[in-house]
T-cell receptor, first 114, second 112 residues
Framework: ETGVTQSPTHLIKTRGQQVTLRCSSQ?????VSWYQQALGQGPQFIFQ???????GRGNFPPRFSGLQFPNYSSELNVNALELDDSALYLC?????????????FGPGTRLTVL | TQLLEQSPQFLSIQEGENLTVYCNSS?????LQWYRQEPGEGPVLLVT?????EVKKLKRLTFQFGDARKDSSLHITAAQPGDTGLYLC????????????FGKGTKLSVKP
């Protein structure tokens, strides 16, 4: 059974640029959730995708957008990067939408915005 | 706004000591999960507690969910250096929305 994988592991961008982060869900899982974890903080929910549709969104501006593909992998896109977007971005997959099922986290992508 | 407060924020102890980490909220959660996170890695699930008053044991770790499902504790007996890490609690609000509410975490350091 393959776990959750994310790419790239590290990324450096400058303010105003756009970034795409990728996540492959665990085998058999159809739901992907994205979280942002700033230094010294717990993860904050960005949004969840279930069967290619957005299924809930946290308090993040529209420049944070996502996609889920037919194979249930997912992308997180961030436009017009700001310095405060520097964080560890985590994706988690689960077999059921919502939080009734355990969410399994990937290793994260460390984004630095200069 | 639902918040989960974790305490203490930092804990540094010697190998063999016992410790308790607390997770408190004014909100009721349908379930609560504890994760451990090591530097540069994603959180790894330790346990999910669902029923008020529930106690779960995982080797030297004991997890308790408060009767009112607003708080939880994690007790580690005879801590070892391998227990070092960031311990996060996360509450599930129920319903079809996917978000977990995370605390800021307790950073534990166990010295040999």
């Amino acid at each position: 059974e393959t776990g959750v994988t994310q790419s790239p592991t590290h990324l450096i961008k400058t303010r105003g640029q756009q970034v795409t982060l990728r996540c492959s869900s665990q085998s058999g899982h159809n739901t992907v959730s994205w979280y942002q974890q700033a230094l010294g903080q717990g993860p904050q929910f960005i949004f969840q995708y279930y069967r290619e549709e957005e299924n809930g969104r946290g308090n993040f501006p529209p420049r944070f957008s996502g996609l889920q593909f037919p194979n249930y992998s997912s992308e997180l896109n961030v436009n017009a990067l700001e310095l405060d977007d520097s964080a560890l971005y985590l994706c988690a997959s689960s077999g059921i939408a919502g939080v009734t099922d355990t969410q399994y986290f990937g290793p994260g992508t460390r984004l630095t915005v200069l | 706004t639902q918040l989960l407060e974790q305490s203490p924020q930092f804990l540094s102890i010697q190998e063999g000591e016992n410790l308790t980490v607390y997770c408190n909220s004014s909100s009721v959660f349908s379930s609560l999960q504890w994760y451990r996170q090591e530097p540069g890695e994603g959180p790894v699930l330790l346990v999910t507690v669902v029923t008020g008053g529930e106690v779960k044991k995982l080797k030297r770790l004991t997890f308790q969910f408060g009767d009112a499902r607003k708080d939880s504790s994690l007790h580690i007996t005879a801590a070892q250096p391998g227990d070092t890490g960031l311990y996060l609690c996360a509450g599930a609000c129920g319903g079809s929305q996917g978000n977990l509410i995370f605390g800021k975490g307790t950073k534990l350091s166990v010295k040999p």
